[in-house]
């Protein structure tokens, strides 16, 4: 009777410790590497290495994004890049810690995806200069200086995931007499990058809000350059769309997973304002913080349900003292101020209910 008692006992016990494991979510695994934007709140070297600081507290992934411009004659010779960029690249990367993979993403397509992006020079980013302010996308200077470029890039940093052209599909719409050279570019670039680091996965990005808007010209051309890339990998600004994340449709990923669902997901950018958006937005967008954490709710059950590789927010912390100094009187301030208001941090630096689904998820183990 006394060992029947025992055998009861232990059985109650495992049967016990069964249920919490299965219960307990930081025992859960995920399959995607989460990564934030180091981009600073202000304009000072104290609140980027305070910023830097807490996105690696928040993330596994580290992620460099380059959308600046490329040093094209420097590249195209093959001779030293300009000190000031190689300053940026030297001090970035060693705030990277062996702990975190990284994700680097560079582009050929200006900041307004309309044309070539800037040259980098001394001075930062700048206008193109003859000849290249004449050069199509698919020029063949263009072409090998883009290549030594991506290939210097991915040698500095070692990235685990590379992007070679940032929301490419938007040429489509901006430019559309450029699109066809861009997907010529885009073909050789992959071919040459995939010939050289076969294991890298290699890709560009899909800005989601286009392919919705104008879903004829982009079901019709994204075939064109699907070959071009490793995964399914996505841009995602939704509130663009619909300001109410609760009305977001189910299937707002899984759409465009799908133009080639044997292809890995991934999400580059992605974010949600958490205050309201305001001038010089042309729109008035209603936000809040709960709308902030009902999206991040969404975003993280649509990783998890598309298997993805790696998620990227967008951004740490509200830079509204950025936004006050630099930017509200930029040209393209109405295009910033989208982002002022998204990060999982306020511009105090307190920390928002988003961010807290976000750690959680962040705890549970990478698999």
């Known amino acids: 009777m006394k060992k029947i008692l025992i055998c009861a006992i232990v059985f109650i016990l495992l049967a016990c410790s069964n249920n919490s494991v299965n219960d307990n979510p930081l025992l859960e695994k995920r399959s995607f590497a989460m990564s934030i934007s180091d981009f600073p709140y202000a304009n000072t070297a104290n609140a980027f290495d305070a910023s830097f600081a807490l996105m690696l507290q928040n993330t596994d992934m580290v992620m460099m994004h380059f959308d600046g411009g490329v040093p094209w004659q420097e590249a195209l010779d093959g001779t030293t890049y300009p000190q000031g960029f190689l300053n940026e690249l030297n001090f970035k990367k060693s705030k990277i810690p062996t702990s975190h993979t990284t994700y680097l993403a560079v582009t ?125 990998a996505v841009s995602a600004y939704p509130f663009t769309e619909e300001p ?88 393209i301030a109405a295009t910033l101020r989208i982002w002022k208001d998204s990060g999982l941090y306020d511009g105090n630096l307190q920390p928002r209910k988003a961010q807290m689904q976000w750690q959680e998820e962040l705890l549970k183990e990478k698999e």
């Open 108 to 232: 050929p397509i200006a900041f307004e995806r309309n044309a070539l992006a800037n040259n980098i020079s001394n001075s930062g980013s700048q206008p193109l200069s003859p000849p290249w302010d004449t050069y199509a996308f698919d020029n063949q200077n263009v072409i090998n200086a883009y290549i030594n470029h991506c290939k210097f890039m991915i040698n500095f940093f070692e990235p685990e995931f590379f992007a070679y052209a940032i929301e490419a599909n938007l040429v489509m719409n901006t430019s559309p007499s450029k699109w066809p050279a861009l997907v010529n570019l885009m073909q050789q670039v992959y071919v040459s990058l995939k010939a050289e680091y076969p294991e890298l996965p290699i890709f560009f990005s899909i800005q989601a809000s286009w392919v919705y808007l104008f879903q004829d010209i982009q079901l019709q051309k994204l075939p064109e350059v699907l070959p071009s890339t490793d995964f399914i």
């Open 244 to 331: 109410d994340p609760n009305l977001l449709p189910e299937n707002y990923f899984s759409f465009i997973a799908n133009l080639a669902p044997e292809k890995p997901f991934a999400i580059t950018e992605t974010s949600w304002p958490a205050e309201d958006i305001t001038q010089p937005y042309p729109v008035f967008l209603q936000e809040s913080e709960e709308r902030q954490e009902t999206y991040m709710k969404f975003l993280l059950s649509n990783m998890k349900n598309l298997n993805a590789k790696f998620v990227s927010w967008f951004f740490i912390a509200d830079y509204d003292q950025f936004w006050e100094s630099d930017m509200k009187d930029s040209p």
